[in-house]
Nanobody, 125 residues
Framework: QVQLVESGGGLVQAGGSLRLSCTASGRAFSDYRMAWFRQAPGRERELVVA????????FYAESVKGRFTISRDNTKNTVYLQMNKLKPEDTAVYSC??????????????????WGQGTQVTVSS
């Protein structure tokens, strides 16, 4: 069983920044594809960013390109989401997810094997 624990959420004014972290248990983190999803009240869960096992490939939703950056440190079993120039529409619960290596598509939530509990990000205007 892989456990994912997120941290770093909070309340920030529009234009501000937050850095989210997701730390995984286990000893095969470098084999995991990792992603951040978000879900706002009344809205469908959506893929925000994703990163391949060694960080060589990344995906960014169009709405966050140029503002968000995903990275990983496999020596620390941790994935980061740096969020800059935050907007009120970024308000959501952000969850990290791990795919353990099976065939998958970045944006399909059912293709991820493990999920964190989520961390709330609130951006005020």
């Amino acid at each position: 069983q892989v456990q994912l624990v997120e941290s770093g959420g909070g309340l920030v004014q529009a234009g501000g920044s937050l850095r989210l972290s997701c730390t995984a248990s286990g000893r095969a983190f470098s084999d995991y594809r990792m992603a951040w999803f978000r879900q706002a009240p009344g809205r469908e869960r959506e893929l925000v960013v994703a990163i391949s096992q060694s960080g060589g490939s990344t995906f960014y939703a169009e709405s966050v390109k140029g503002r968000f950056t995903i990275s990983r440190d496999n020596t620390k079993n941790t994935v980061y989401l740096q969020m800059n120039k935050l907007k009120p529409e970024d308000t959501a619960v952000y969850s990290c997810a791990a795919n353990l290596g099976s065939k998958m598509l970045w944006g399909r939530p059912t293709h991820y094997d493990y999920w964190g509990q989520g961390t709330q990000v609130t951006v005020s205007s």
